[in-house]
């Protein structure tokens, strides 16, 4: 499985960016997938994640009501739309998937010592004035 981000870029605060994520390979339903992202310095958090069965997105509280993830399976893509965009949201974003994660019991969080399966190369977003 390969996953190979896109969309990122240079905007002003408030402004919305777009990224996408496509998935190439076999990527089983089992799995959840979604985005972390990483300002140098401090840990991977994570964002957002679509479970593998029917459930609700997660998001990051500071992103909430803001970020909306999606995912086109006959397209083998994921997208994350983020509006309002805030300096605080500058980060290499990467599209990542797991075969446990992003559920209740196993929340899509940076756990050190935990690999997650899968990741792309990641993305910069750079929101500054």
């Known amino acids: 499985v390969q996953l190979v981000e896109s969309g990122g870029g240079l905007v002003q605060p408030g402004e919305s960016l777009t990224l996408s994520c496509e998935v190439s390979?076999?990527?089983?339903?089992?799995?959840?997938i979604g985005w972390f992202r990483q300002v140098p310095g401090k840990e991977r958090e994570g964002v957002s994640c679509l479970p593998s069965r029917n459930g609700s997105p997660y998001y990051l509280d500071t992103v909430k009501g803001r970020f909306t993830i999606s995912r086109d399976k006959a397209k083998n893509m994921v997208y994350l739309q983020m509006n309002s965009l805030k300096p605080e949201d500058t980060g290499v974003y990467y599209c990542?998937?797991?075969?446990?994660?992003?559920?209740?019991?196993?929340?899509?969080?940076?756990?050190?010592?935990?690999?997650?399966?899968?990741w792309g190369q990641g993305t910069q977003v750079t929101v500054s004035s």
């Open positions: 390979g076999f990527l089983p339903d089992s799995y959840g």
């Open positions: 990542v998937a797991d075969s446990i994660r992003c559920s209740y019991y196993y929340p899509w969080e940076w756990v050190p010592g935990f690999e997650y399966d899968y």
